[in-house]
């Protein structure tokens, strides 16, 4: 009998990231272990994206309901910076009334309390993602897949992550304080999982997916640079980053394809997109609602990924592509670099200074190469734990 694999995550918005997680993992599994699993998503309410390349999802309330019933073998926290995300800040990413209010500096703390929500969710702990055992009526096996913000978790945290049954992590940061202060051997360094997606979607496919739109498959041939940037990461420097685009674009000859990479509440890629392209309609595109493979198609056949999304950027490592990060704020971004990047494109840029870099990537020979060899090694290592994961989960059975 296949066991029931409940795969846990934010896939609740419209994050590219977010909703990369469970179809690798679905894959991933598949083929390490094919025939042994079947699965069901969840995230903290009833979603669906599949008219965008995604799936369906199941609330936390159904999550729990599965488990108490003994319908849930296993819960695969499926990735991302999630494990000190708190239910309070996630529904504010899923909720447009309530991100104003948990945002807005006049409402009273009060009405912002994580409390509220985890009750209304029905959650126990504070943490959705940091899954603690006593929380349901049945056991059940808990595996961490390649998350983030382990650095620096409290005590009483990391007490709750010591009880799960399989633990990996994205970056070294995270993976070297979570073991030296759980004080066990068996916590691992796994790239994200998205570092497979050219194995589950070839770079060749895009040309002739019936879920991308024609005058994207059009963008395709063309020689271009993707660019990406978060209405609340770009430094209010719009008039700055149009300028270089437009340095560049001339530069190379090269147009400039811009594209949100998340539209969800808190990300909002569209809005400063549309102001950039106001301002250099000459040389760019601007792509309106996209789907996840429209993303990843248009970065796989770019010549470079320019943006601060952390998933925009494995996705060029994926495909074997330069990438500039930008903002050097994000410190989930600076922690995965210094893990997994080939040298010379580990330091993120600023984001009114990025064209020097960029030039850097567009006329260095063999970089390609050095990204496709740092990818090879990051694939076998996530595998490798796909495979730690599916005999942890099929542990005393034949396999």
């Not at 056949?301 to 074997?320: D, E, F, P, V």
């Not at 080939?342 to 850097?360: C, P, R, S, Y």
């Amino acid at each position: 009998m296949k066991k029931k694999i409940a795969l846990f995550g934010p896939h609740d918005r419209f994050n590219y990231g977010d909703l990369l997680f469970a179809i690798m993992l679905e894959y991933g599994l598949n083929k390490v272990n094919p025939n042994k699993f079947d699965f069901k998503k969840y995230a903290l309410v009833d979603a669906d994206f599949s008219n965008k390349g995604g799936f369906k999802t199941y609330s936390y309330r159904s999550l729990k309901n599965d488990i108490n019933n003994k319908n849930i073998d296993a819960v695969i926290v499926a990735g991302g910076e999630c494990l000190r995300a708190e239910w309070n800040g996630l529904y504010s990413f899923i909720n447009p009334l309530y991100f104003k209010i948990f945002r807005h500096p006049k409402i009273p703390a009060f009405f912002k309390k994580n409390s509220w929500i985890k009750l209304l969710l029905g959650g126990k702990s504070d943490n959705p993602y940091l899954i603690d055992k006593k929380d349901f009526k049945n056991d059940i096996k808990v595996i961490y897949n390649s998350v983030g913000g382990g650095n620096n978790m409290a005590k009483d945290k990391l007490e709750i992550l010591r009880s799960g049954d399989y633990i990996s992590l994205r970056e070294q940061k995270s993976s070297q304080y979570v073991q030296k202060n759980l004080g066990i051997e068996d916590v691992y360094q796994v790239p994200d999982s998205a570092i497979i997606m050219d194995d589950v979607y070839p770079k060749a496919g895009f040309t002739t997916n019936p879920n991308i739109p024609a005058n994207v498959k059009e963008i395709f041939k063309e020689k271009y640079i993707l660019f990406q940037i978060s209405k609340y990461k770009n430094d209010n420097k719009l008039n700055e980053i149009a300028e270089q685009l437009k340095k560049l674009a001339i530069l190379h000859n090269i147009k400039i394809v811009l594209c949100p990479i998340g539209t969800a509440n808190g990300h909002e890629d569209h809005i400063p997109l549309g102001t950039i392209h106001q301002k250099i309609k000459d040389f760019s595109v601007l792509i309106n609602d996209p789907s996840i493979e429209t993303i990843m198609g248009l970065i796989a056949h770019s010549q470079l990924y320019i943006g601060n999304s952390l998933h925009g950027i494995i996705t060029a490592m994926s495909y074997n592509l330069p990438y500039i990060a930008l903002n050097k704020k994000q410190i989930k971004i600076i922690y995965y670099l210094d893990s997994w990047a080939t040298d010379g494109l580990k330091e993120i840029q600023d984001i009114d200074d990025f064209v020097e870099k960029a030039n850097f990537c567009l006329q260095t020979e063999n970089l390609s190469a050095e990204i496709n060899k740092k990818t090879t090694e990051q694939k076998e290592l996530y595998y490798a734990s796909l495979k730690r994961i599916s005999n942890t989960i099929l542990e005393n059975e034949r396999i």
